[in-house]
């Protein structure tokens, strides 16, 4: 659906030259959430922005259903921005208008007749649940309220693309959990596929299916969201999983645990089933002590963490590793004992 | 006793000709200067760097012209500009003559003020009708005007303000108006008491002017 492919950007800055895209592939499948996570700096608002040419990338291709994007000039951008829905952190709506003339602003560009607009922007406000507040101007809104505007704004001419720049970085945690629902549904519904990008792990474990990270204009890792919290590769992604799933002990106590190996085991679907444990003490005789552990759901799938203390009872902690790996379990040692 | 009346009359006659004839020159002049300023105005925000429509060249040349046209005082420009008056009213002297100046000297001064209220838009809203596929006269005509309507309402309020003072200056070379009857009656004859008539019309004028300025404004105002 989307294929980016050694996409660059530069900025000359006052000290000199900012490469803030450098070198990104990436593939977007149709119907899919992709997220794309960085720290601040690291490119992601060029990189959204270069999809629609908001930005004018340097050199690369961006091909959008086998089209190339970076050759669209004039009118023919014009009306290929018009079947690319986006939304923003900070909602980026017409304080002059209403709820409702909001919705329908895309719809007068387009130039979509009176009637039709009518009715399809009764239709929108229904999807995202405004109808109540549709004479309302956007001050007399909440955040949550504001996006949801910045939602049917952006759905109203039927985009099969919707990017979403940071849409919930500005919403308090319920209002994040909103939308992001109602993001969800509404590619359920219409099918679409939506790029997003957030510095926000949380994000990407809610309801993004594919995830790249990226760092200084790269993409350091790519993958299926379950994946990469399995088996996170770069120590940023590690650093961005650890912030949603936190299994840094407490101070102090890392210390305290001398006598025995300090383990990391992270697992996902059926591997939870398995009375491993016992296995451990019984087969393997290793004493495991949970110093923390939880279970977390990332699209559905249950996906496990625990931080175990192992201590040899006339096994061995090498034999006892590889055979949690061999259940499909990934193993990473913090502290040999 | 009789005679008092025949001369309060006179005066109040005087008072309310000067009134009409300042009214006259400042809504004409205000109305021109808003025809012409608004468009001259818009064209320098979007011409900006990392506007709309980009161009250093002609953003310099606009800014140049509305900073001299700015600069000049207004009574050198009123004489300056009298070829020009006499060519497009016939005369340079008179009410309908000094609207000529005074539309002059209002223009960039509504060009900056409409500069200033665009530049007030938060430019994610510009980036988003982009985003949405608007051509630039779109984005002009359905995003920055009414965006920046509160600000161009409260600008056109002060230009009108300053058009009055402006207005006096005109009369004082015959344009006529209240600033006319200051000059003349006022201080060229000693009546004080004609003086202070006239400047607490202009007070209660400019009063009215901002009072309806600042409701309009607030009225459109949803920020």
Redesign the interface.
């Known amino acids: 659906m989307i294929e980016i492919k050694g996409l660059v950007k530069n900025y000359s800055t006052g000290q000199g030259v900012l490469h803030a895209l450098n070198g990104v592939d990436l593939k977007v499948n149709e119907g899919e959430i992709f997220g794309i996570i960085g720290p601040s700096g690291a490119g992601k608002s060029t990189l959204i922005r270069s999809l629609n040419l908001l930005e004018i990338p340097d050199a690369g291709s961006i091909k959008i259903n086998g089209k190339e994007v970076r050759s669209l000039k004039g009118k023919e951008l014009r009306d290929f921005r018009r079947k690319i829905g986006m939304i923003f952190q900070h909602f980026n709506l017409l304080s002059s208008r209403t709820v409702r003339e909001n919705i329908a602003f895309p719809l007068e560009i387009a130039g979509v007749p009176a009637g039709e607009r009518n009715r399809k922007v009764d239709r929108l406000m229904e999807l995202v649940g405004l109808s109540a507040h549709a004479d309302h101007y956007p001050s007399e809104l909440s955040g949550g309220q504001k996006q949801r505007v910045g939602i049917a704004r952006a759905l109203a001419n039927d985009p099969q693309i919707l990017l979403s720049d940071e849409a919930t970085s500005s919403l308090d945690p319920e209002s994040t959990e909103a939308i992001l629902d109602l993001l969800k549904r509404i590619r359920d519904e219409l099918n679409l596929t939506i790029v997003l990008i957030t510095h926000e792990m949380e994000v990407i474990k809610k309801i993004c299916d594919r995830v790249a990270v990226l760092e200084n204009g790269r993409v350091i890792e790519e993958g299926e969201v379950i994946d990469v919290f399995l088996n996170p590769q770069q120590e940023l992604t590690r650093r961005f999983i650890r912030t949603v799933i936190d299994y840094t002990l407490p101070e102090g106590l890392e210390e305290m645990v001398i006598k025995g190996t300090l383990v990391r085991v992270t697992f996902k679907g059926e591997s939870t089933h398995q009375p491993l444990m016992s296995l451990l003490v019984k087969k393997y005789q290793i004493d495991a002590n949970i110093l923390y552990g939880r279970i977390d759901d990332i699209q559905g799938t249950p996906f496990g963490t625990l931080i175990l203390e192992m201590i040899p009872n006339g096994g061995s902690i090498d034999q006892a590793l590889n055979f949690l790996k061999e259940q499909g379990l990934v193993v990473e040692v913090l502290k040999n004992g | 006793m009789g005679e008092l009346l025949a001369i309060l009359e006179k005066y109040n006659h005087l008072l309310l000709n000067g009134t009409l004839e300042t009214l006259y020159m400042v809504s004409v002049s205000l109305v021109i200067a808003v025809i012409f300023g608004i468009p001259l105005g818009v064209l320098t925000t979007i011409t900006r760097k990392g506007h709309i429509l980009t161009n250093n060249v002609l953003n310099k040349i606009l800014d140049g012209i509305i900073n001299i046209g700015r600069s000049i005082p207004f009574i050198i420009l009123m004489v300056a500009i009298i070829p020009l008056t006499r060519a497009l009213v016939g005369t340079s002297i008179g009410t309908t003559a000094a609207i000529v100046p005074l539309a002059v000297a209002a223009i960039p001064f509504v060009a900056r003020v409409v500069d200033n209220a665009l530049l007030e838009i938060?430019p994610?809203?510009i980036?988003?009708?982009?985003?949405?596929?608007?051509?630039p006269l779109?984005i002009i005509v359905?995003?920055l005007l009414?965006?920046a309507?509160p600000g161009l309402i409260l600008g056109v309020t002060l230009t009108a303000i300053n058009l009055i003072g402006y207005s006096a200056m005109a009369g004082a070379i015959g344009g006529g108006g209240l600033g006319d009857i200051a000059v003349r009656y006022g201080y060229q004859r000693f009546r004080i008491e004609v003086m202070v008539q006239t400047v607490i019309i202009l007070v209660l004028l400019v009063q009215l002017i901002q009072w309806a300025g600042n409701k309009i404004a607030s009225h459109?105002d949803?920020?």
């Open positions: 938060d994610g809203i980036e988003a009708a982009r985003s949405m596929g608007a051509t779109q359905k995003v009414p965006e309507l459109f949803h920020r």
